[in-house]
């Protein structure tokens, strides 16, 4: 065993038994590989990786591969999901040297400095197809170290000042009402119109794109924006992207169809998109938003929640198959004669026709792009305009559509319990802070949106985990535990995806606690990552491991850290009435050039400066907690799709956390006769209080409606 057998990162601890001397990323390692004399081979990747699982068995786990690095280097492993800030600073450098990135991601540094002399993705053991191999790598960097050292400290200087060239980022002019149109315009023309989703392939959810397009839309009336996010989110639920027997979306496609999937599942994932379906929904209406959000959040609470609460971060792409060898997608294919022994052979032949397989297999393999006699399950007829997923299959097979649900159901059903007696992929079993924050925030938005209180339950008792497992006695956050030990310094994330978590959790269940929480996090934040010209850097000023510290603006899977926070401190200013809040979130919008470069890149920040533009509302609903008329009136205020609004309860009498405390402005605002009142208001301007529901809900409707900007 290796050094990592000492770490506490699944992905870590996978590569505990390679011969390869692996250290974990530390000052020791880098003190080592000065007193050898020798650079760093630095390996980052992550547990569901499947490109991460190849090389490991092509290179690390071969004894002669193992023996040439441990001659040639000090080598490091990094799991990118325990430290994000330094994948970020090596990435930066592969797509500033290859003009792409991915993982595994494979760095060669200098022992003194840290800086990349080298820099690739994943490397096969021998060199072939013009791409070299880790031995060939390992001799040659071997003999330029020993002959030439200054050398590579000249290339690896010059490689690290484009990386720290890259990070200062001058602000600009105030994002604004051009930029919004200019980003819903740059989304247009990357949308696919066939296959909804933007770009070719390979194709990611990005739901933050979703949620730019129906936020825009609500200050536009722009009736194509809502159906490119509809077209979307209806593409992946369709599609083998998501995983059609038991719920949940893998990471991303391989083809612009949506068909082929890279299977590891990861909890950001599914998270946003539950999030953006459960908004799509509350826009528009359509019962197959809410079973995608249902089905997505259905499958966390089955597979990634742990015992204690919190949710568990990912599924690996590969498992074991048939034949014991391990597979890509082996969990979650079916061979033509397998569909026939669980299912005989007419509803085996009813499958084909409505998910696509077919007797050669579907999924093609990524190397020689042949079928393999493997299916994913997709829907052949994903009409994207249809609210019922299933009309036009049953059209075109010529049956009854109740018909044939029920009976896609039973055989769902089946194949799930087949399914069951399979090698399940491995679960990564660490618990994040910034990856449960935005399960937080799904959980709580579906919640309110659907009526599910499991799903309020879900959202409070992971939020209640990460505040007793997750916080050190001073009160910062903690970035990852795992069987029982928390760790980590927390970085931005995990500030600013917890914030919204406890934002949405608020919203939901109105416990002043939470909103205290979140202040208390957004303050600290704002004080340990905070950009003297505005946004936030991805680590604290006291990080001393880095190379450069990064500011991280772009929203890419997921969106990034900076642009949650920005929104979060609108949200929490128009909450509590705190123009400090709102002034740094204002300074975040004072956006560099590139984000008027390249917009759709930026669309989270984008539906930050969407909030500040406005109009928003702010609501207070005056009444006791748990009576009838409250309910009605939080029910007929909920019915409106107002996403730039924010609702405040005013309960009567104090808590242990009074709501006029954090909310002054709150305090003047109560019950009208002792019934249930609603305060609605426009940029701090508010109508008169009523005490009917369809009042109040006319009201907000209203002010949502009655000032938008037409579009050009």
Same mark, same amino acid.
């Given at each position: 065993?290796?050094?990592?057998?000492?770490?506490?990162?699944?992905?870590?601890?996978?590569?505990?038994?390679?011969?390869?001397?692996?250290?974990?990323?530390?000052?020791?390692?880098?003190?080592?590989?000065?007193?050898?004399?020798?650079?760093?081979?630095?390996?980052?990747?992550?547990?569901?990786?499947?490109?991460?699982?190849?090389?490991?068995?092509?290179?690390?786990?071969?004894?002669?591969?193992?023996?040439?690095?441990?001659?040639?280097?000090?080598?490091?492993?990094?799991?990118?999901?325990?430290?994000?800030?330094?994948?970020?600073?090596?990435?930066?450098?592969?797509?500033?040297?290859?003009?792409?990135?991915?993982?595994?991601?494979?760095?060669?540094?200098?022992?003194?400095?840290?800086?990349?002399?080298?820099?690739?993705?994943?490397?096969?053991?021998?060199?072939?197809?013009?791409?070299?191999?880790?031995?060939?790598?390992?001799?040659?960097?071997?003999?330029?170290?020993?002959?030439?050292?200054?050398?590579?400290?000249?290339?690896?200087?010059?490689?690290?000042?484009?990386?720290?060239?890259?990070?200062?980022?001058?602000?600009?002019?105030?994002?604004?009402?051009?930029?919004?149109? @200019? $980003?819903? #315009?740059?989304?247009? /023309?990357?949308?696919? +119109?066939?296959? !909804? &989703? *933007?770009?070719? =392939?390979?194709?990611?959810?990005?739901?933050?794109?979703?949620?730019?397009?129906?936020?825009?839309?609500?200050?536009?009336?722009?009736?194509?924006?809502?159906?490119?996010?509809?077209?979307?989110?209806?593409?992946?639920?369709?599609?083998?992207?998501?995983?059609?027997?038991?719920?949940?979306?893998?990471?991303?496609?391989?083809?612009?169809?949506?068909?082929?999937?890279?299977?590891?599942?990861?909890?950001?994932?599914?998270?946003?998109?539950?999030?953006?379906?459960?908004?799509?929904?509350?826009?528009?209406?359509?019962?197959?938003?809410?079973?995608?959000?249902? @089905? $997505?959040? #259905?499958?966390?609470? /089955?597979?990634?929640? +742990?015992?204690? !609460? &919190? *949710?568990?971060? =990912?599924?690996?792409?590969?498992?074991?198959?048939?034949?014991?060898?391990?597979?890509?997608?082996?969990?979650?294919?079916?061979?033509?004669?397998?569909?026939?022994?669980?299912?005989?052979?007419?509803?085996?032949?009813?499958?084909?026709?409505?998910?696509?397989?077919?007797?050669?297999?579907?999924?093609?393999?990524?190397?020689?792009?042949?079928?393999?006699?493997?299916?994913?399950?997709?829907?052949?007829?994903?009409?994207?305009?249809?609210?019922?997923?299933?009309?036009?299959?049953?059209?075109?097979?010529?049956?009854?559509?109740?018909?044939?649900?029920?009976?896609?159901?039973?055989?769902?059903?089946?194949?799930?319990?087949?399914?069951?007696?399979?090698?399940?992929?491995?679960?990564?079993?660490?618990?994040?802070?910034?990856?449960?924050?935005?399960?937080?925030?799904?959980?709580?938005?579906?919640?309110?949106?659907?009526?599910?209180?499991?799903?309020?339950?879900?959202?409070?008792?992971?939020?209640?985990?990460?505040?007793?497992?997750?916080?050190?006695?001073?009160?910062?956050?903690?970035?990852?535990?795992?069987?029982?030990?928390?760790?980590?310094?927390?970085?931005?994330?995990?500030?600013?995806?917890?914030?919204?978590?406890?934002?949405?959790?608020?919203?939901?269940?109105?416990?002043?606690?939470?909103?205290?929480?979140?202040?208390?996090?957004?303050?600290?934040?704002?004080?340990?990552?905070?950009?003297?010209?505005?946004?936030?850097?991805?680590?604290?000023?006291?990080?001393?491991?880095?190379?450069?510290?990064?500011?991280?603006?772009?929203?890419?899977?997921?969106?990034?850290?900076?642009?949650?926070?920005?929104?979060?401190?609108?949200?929490?200013?128009?909450?509590?009435?705190?123009?400090?809040?709102?002034?740094?979130?204002?300074?975040?919008?004072?956006?560099?050039?590139?984000?008027?470069?390249?917009?759709?890149?930026?669309?989270?920040?984008?539906?930050?400066?969407?909030?500040?533009?406005?109009?928003?509302?702010?609501?207070?609903?005056?009444?006791?907690?748990?009576?009838?008329?409250?309910?009605?009136?939080?029910?007929?205020?909920?019915?409106?799709?107002?996403?730039?609004?924010?609702?405040?309860?005013?309960?009567?009498?104090?808590?242990?956390?009074?709501?006029?405390?954090?909310?002054?402005?709150?305090?003047?605002?109560?019950?009208?006769?002792?019934?249930?009142?609603?305060?609605?208001?426009?940029?701090?301007?508010?109508?008169?209080?009523?005490?009917?529901?369809?009042?109040?809900?006319?009201?907000?409707?209203?002010?949502?409606?009655?000032?938008?900007?037409?579009?050009?």
């Amino acid at each position: 065993m290796n050094r990592l057998a000492d770490t506490h990162s699944p992905y870590l601890l996978g590569h505990a038994d390679n011969p390869v001397d692996w250290w974990p990323w530390s000052d020791q390692a880098f003190a080592e590989a000065r007193r050898r004399d020798v650079p760093v081979f630095l390996s980052i990747g992550y547990a569901t990786c499947h490109w991460c699982h190849v090389m490991e068995h092509e290179s690390f786990e071969d004894p002669v591969t193992a023996r040439l690095l441990n001659e040639a280097f000090v080598p490091i492993k990094v799991d990118r999901e325990e430290r994000p800030d330094v994948d970020g600073v090596y990435m930066s450098a592969v797509i500033a040297a290859t003009g792409h990135g991915g993982w595994p991601l494979t760095a060669l540094l200098t022992p003194d400095t840290r800086e990349p002399f080298w820099v690739g993705t994943y490397l096969p053991r021998e060199s072939r197809g013009g791409r070299i191999g880790v031995r060939d790598l390992a001799t040659s960097v071997s003999q330029h170290w020993r002959h030439n050292a200054e050398g590579v400290r000249r290339s690896a200087a010059e490689l690290a000042g484009v990386v720290r060239k890259m990070a200062v980022l001058e602000p600009g002019d105030a994002l604004g009402e051009r930029d919004l149109a @200019a $980003t819903a #315009d740059a989304l247009g /023309r990357r949308f696919d +119109s066939e296959h !909804g &989703g *933007f770009g070719t =392939a390979p194709k990611f959810p990005t739901p933050h794109h979703a949620l730019f397009l129906l936020r825009r839309a609500s200050q536009t009336g722009d009736g194509r924006l809502v159906a490119m996010a509809v077209a979307t989110l209806r593409a992946i639920r369709r599609g083998g992207i998501f995983d059609q027997v038991g719920g949940g979306l893998h990471r991303y496609s391989t083809d612009r169809m949506w068909v082929l999937p890279h299977f590891e599942k990861m909890l950001y994932d599914q998270a946003t998109y539950a999030l953006a379906c459960a908004e799509a929904y509350h826009a528009v209406g359509a019962p197959d938003l809410r079973e995608a959000a249902q @089905a $997505t959040l #259905d499958y966390v609470l /089955r597979d990634l929640r +742990s015992d204690r !609460g &919190g *949710f568990f971060s =990912a599924e690996d792409a590969d498992s074991l198959d048939a034949s014991g060898h391990r597979e890509e997608g082996a969990f979650y294919t079916w061979t033509t004669a397998e569909l026939e022994d669980v299912l005989g052979p007419d509803d085996a032949r009813l499958a084909a026709d409505v998910w696509g397989t077919d007797p050669d297999g579907n999924f093609l393999d990524e190397a020689t792009r042949q079928p393999t006699g493997a299916n994913v399950l997709h829907l052949l007829d994903p009409a994207l305009a249809q609210s019922d997923p299933l009309a036009a299959t049953a059209a075109r097979l010529g049956l009854d559509v109740g018909d044939l649900r029920t009976r896609l159901d039973g055989i769902r059903a089946r194949l799930f319990d087949a399914r069951a007696r399979r090698p399940r992929p491995l679960l990564d079993d660490k618990v994040l802070t910034d990856w449960n924050g935005l399960a937080v925030a799904a959980f709580a938005v579906a919640a309110r949106t659907f009526g599910r209180d499991d799903y309020a339950r879900a959202a409070r008792e992971a939020a209640d985990f990460l505040l007793a497992e997750m916080r050190t006695d001073d009160g910062d956050l903690l970035h990852r535990w795992r069987g029982g030990e928390a760790g980590l310094a927390g970085l931005v994330d995990d500030y600013a995806f917890f914030v919204w978590g406890l934002v949405e959790l608020y919203q939901t269940s109105f416990d002043e606690a939470h909103l205290a929480v979140a202040l208390d996090l957004h303050d600290r934040m704002l004080e340990r990552f905070g950009a003297p010209d505005g946004g936030t850097f991805r680590a604290p000023a006291d990080a001393p491991d880095l190379l450069v510290r990064q500011r991280a603006l772009d929203d890419g899977a997921i969106p990034a850290g900076n642009s949650v926070a920005t929104l979060n401190g609108l949200r929490l200013a128009r909450l509590t009435g705190r123009a400090d809040l709102e002034d740094a979130a204002r300074r975040a919008l004072d956006a560099p050039d590139v984000v008027r470069e390249h917009p759709s890149g930026f669309a989270h920040l984008l539906t930050a400066a969407a909030f500040a533009e406005g109009p928003a509302q702010e609501v207070v609903i005056a009444g006791d907690r748990d009576a009838p008329d409250t309910a009605a009136m939080l029910a007929a205020v909920r019915s409106v799709y107002a996403p730039f609004a924010v609702v405040v309860l005013r309960t009567p009498g104090d808590g242990p956390a009074p709501i006029t405390d954090l909310v002054p402005f709150a305090a003047e605002q109560t019950a009208v006769d002792g019934r249930a009142t609603a305060y609605v208001c426009q940029n701090h301007a508010c109508q008169a209080p009523t005490t009917d529901p369809d009042v109040a809900r006319r009201t907000l409707a209203e002010a949502v409606d009655g000032d938008r900007v037409r579009p050009g």
